[in-house]
């Protein structure tokens, strides 16, 4: 069975840091791509980075670069995301995904989804 389990979130003051990850099922970790989501309230679910299993080739959204970075361990067990110089506009639901296909950043290329971890950042 697919899990995909977040954790890491929680409430940081603007210029803060913090660091997501997210414990993939052995059947997840052979997906193409993993990715990082976030959603906040009222608004899409958006594509913040993504990361190809097979070669380590991070892709970001452009609000983000410079900022975030998209690990995943040698095991390719776990995914991370450093998120530095926080500002409160990443204040959002932050998801795990799995899939494949492009654009990178488009929800409907993943077919699994962790339940999210919450990441406020106060001004």
């Known amino acids: 069975q697919v899990q995909l389990l977040e954790s890491g979130g929680g409430t940081v003051q603007a210029g803060g840091s913090l660091r997501l990850s997210c414990a993939a099922s052995a059947y997840t970790v052979k997906s193409p791509r993993m990715a990082w989501f976030r959603q906040a309230p009222g608004k899409e679910r958006e594509g913040v980075a993504a990361?190809?299993?097979?070669?380590?080739?991070?892709y970001y959204a452009d609000s983000v670069k410079g900022r975030f970075t998209i690990s995943q361990d040698n095991a390719g067990n776990t995914l991370y995301l450093q998120m530095y110089f926080l500002k409160p506009e990443d204040t959002a639901m932050y998801y795990c995904?799995?899939?494949?296909?492009?654009?990178?950043?488009?929800?409907?290329?993943?077919?699994?989804w962790g339940q999210g971890t919450q990441v406020t950042v106060s001004s």
């Open positions: 990361i190809s299993t097979a070669t380590g080739t991070a």
């Open positions: 995904a799995s899939g494949g296909g492009w654009p990178w950043s488009s929800p409907s290329q993943y077919n699994y």
